[in-house]
């Protein structure tokens, strides 16, 4: 059963335009919630992450945003750029050793 | 170059048979995570192991194994290879014993791609 949901297998969007990433959950246990990104041929990278106490968390372009109620949360990438392409996974801790990870979606800037 | 180093990075061989795939992880990192990434699947937690012993375990099938040596790395074993157990699969190591302390930042490697024909 797939706890972290990434409903939306892909994603395109012109440069300099907002790219916004969603991510569902379903374990009211997660404390903290992180983006990686993956380029092909690589392993993911780790981008940016949140804390459940905290509902955004801003780091230059990126931000994320945390809706507990609604289990939810999102990745959003303004400018997006060229080099932003790439499959973004998003992954949740229920604090226990454990990271959970979505299916990724996969983000196409277009010059 | 992430610093954490897995081989071999494309793999073929025959259902039945048996590989190991190996994981250096950063320099200083004390723990190593293994995991599983099929055609679109996320990422499958499969093991974790904290300076030589398992700490956690995941999704890891009977026919799967793996160790953590005193230098560190880390291999992951898989017998009695079936169709299915082809997949990408990811070694992360990180510096801390697990993720309960907030931001235990997961470093990956490039991954084995494993084909099993």
């Known amino acids: 059963d797939q706890q972290v949901k990434q409903n939306s297998p892909s994603l395109s969007v012109q440069e300099g335009r907002i790219s916004i990433l969603n991510c569902d959950y379903t374990?009211?246990?997660?404390?903290?919630f992180l983006w990686y990104k993956k380029y092909p041929a690589e392993g993911p990278t780790f981008l940016i992450s949140?804390?459940?106490?905290?509902d955004k968390n801003e780091d230059g372009r990126f931000t994320v945003f945390l809706n507990k109620s609604a289990k939810h949360l999102s990745l959003h990438i303004v400018p997006s750029q060229p080099g932003d392409s790439a499959v973004y996974f998003c992954?949740?801790?229920?604090?226990?050793?454990?990271?959970?990870f979505g299916t990724g979606t996969r983000l196409t800037v277009i010059p | 170059d992430s610093g954490v180093t897995q081989t071999p990075k494309h793999l073929i061989t025959a259902t039945g048979q048996r590989v190991t795939l190996r994981c250096s992880p950063r320099?200083?990192?004390?723990?190593v995570y293994w995991y599983q990434q099929s055609l679109d699947q996320g990422l499958q937690f499969l093991i974790q192991y904290y300076n030589g012993e398992e700490r956690a375990k995941g999704n890891i099938l009977e026919r799967f194994s793996a160790q953590q040596f005193p230098d560190l790395h880390s291999e992951l074993n898989l017998s009695s290879l079936e169709l299915g157990d082809s997949a990408l699969y990811f070694c992360a190591s990180s510096r801390d014993t697990g993720l309960q302390y907030g931001a235990n930042v997961l470093t990956f490697g490039a991954g084995s791609r494993l084909t099993v024909l």
């Open positions: 320099s200083g990192d004390l723990s």
């Open positions: 992954a949740a801790s229920d604090g226990a050793n454990n990271l959970f």
């Open positions: 949140i804390s459940s106490i905290k």
């Open positions: 374990n009211s246990m997660f404390d903290y």
